[in-house]
């Protein structure tokens, strides 16, 4: 999280494509690294720190990226590419579940960065900045204001934004998403055994999160660009409270599985309006 400034200054100056495929890297070495560990101390070092500092290369990039490449629909663009998330938290937990029960936590490890060495470096080659390095435009071209065509902005620059009160009070919103999110994200699928479900159905439920987090991140992301960030925000934060009310009473696996779907929905349109009101406000200077 505090590598995230960090991370997008230097996107603004070397752009995705360096940047995603040393996150991948760091990411994979720290996940063989973590197969190895033998005390408390390595794990927090190398999946706290290493993995931590991996992770920080890809929302940032891939989001202001986002915003560079499309001006017409950059809600709608924004919740596709977010929907990767939602497929990562989808797919990986029963495919974890599995290689722990056939080869062992260790191995396992192993298997998953030798994945994200392959997969992230790869993929990061096709990214490019923004169009205008390529000679080309964004999606939507100029912006049309009162009939008339608005020129290309750069946005607010860096140090009129941090004296917005409405940047710190997105700030202050998405930590507490995060700090709900990731709370939830880490200990549901114990949660879920601790009420008594198989290991399988309990990672079934990250399944659930994921799948609805797809549906969320592109209905919202298309609603923003009709409609506005604003006031989906807030219906999707207040959806994301309902949710956890319901998950602290939930002792059935219905119910279990009803808060995750409604949680993953919240969580997932939350990430793309997040995106696209900072984009709307401050255009992509202040992005990262």
């Known amino acids: 999280g505090m590598l995230g400034i960090v991370v997008g200054r230097l996107n603004d100056r070397f752009g995705p494509r360096l940047i995603v495929t040393f996150g991948g890297i760091i990411m994979g070495l720290g996940f063989i690294l973590v197969s190895r560990i033998e005390s408390i101390w390595q794990l927090y070092l190398l999946f ?75 993929t990061a080659q096709f990214l490019r900045r923004d169009p205008v390095s390529m000679g080309l435009q964004p999606l939507g071209g100029n912006e049309v204001i009162n009939g008339r065509q608005a020129p290309a902005s750069r946005g607010v620059p860096f140090s009129d934004a941090m004296r917005t009160r409405q940047l710190w009070l997105i700030v202050a919103a998405f930590a507490g998403f995060g700090f709900t999110v990731q709370t939830v994200m880490v200990h549901v699928v114990i949660h879920a055994t601790g009420l008594g479900l198989a290991a399988v159905t309990a990672a079934s439920v990250m399944t659930a999160i994921g799948a609805l987090g797809i549906l969320g991140r592109v209905s919202l992301g298309s609603l923003a660009d009709r409609y506005g960030s604003k006031r989906l925000m807030i219906s999707q934060y207040a959806l994301l409270g309902l949710s956890l009310f319901w998950l602290a009473v939930a002792r059935e696996t219905w119910s279990l599985f009803g808060a995750a779907l409604i949680f993953g929905f919240s969580f997932g349109g939350i990430v793309p309006l997040n995106s696209h009101i900072v984009a709307e406000l401050f255009g992509l200077r202040a992005h990262g």
């Open 48 to 122: 706290g720190v290493l993995i931590g500092t991996g992770i920080s290369s890809g929302p940032v990039p891939l989001m202001s990226t986002v915003a560079r490449w499309f001006r017409a629909r950059r809600g709608l663009m924004t919740g596709i590419v977010m929907a990767g998330f939602g497929l990562g938290t989808m797919t990986v937990p029963p495919l974890a579940d599995w290689l722990i029960r056939t080869i062992l936590w260790r191995s396992s490890f192993v298997v998953v960065g030798l994945l994200m060495l392959i997969v992230i470096p790869i």
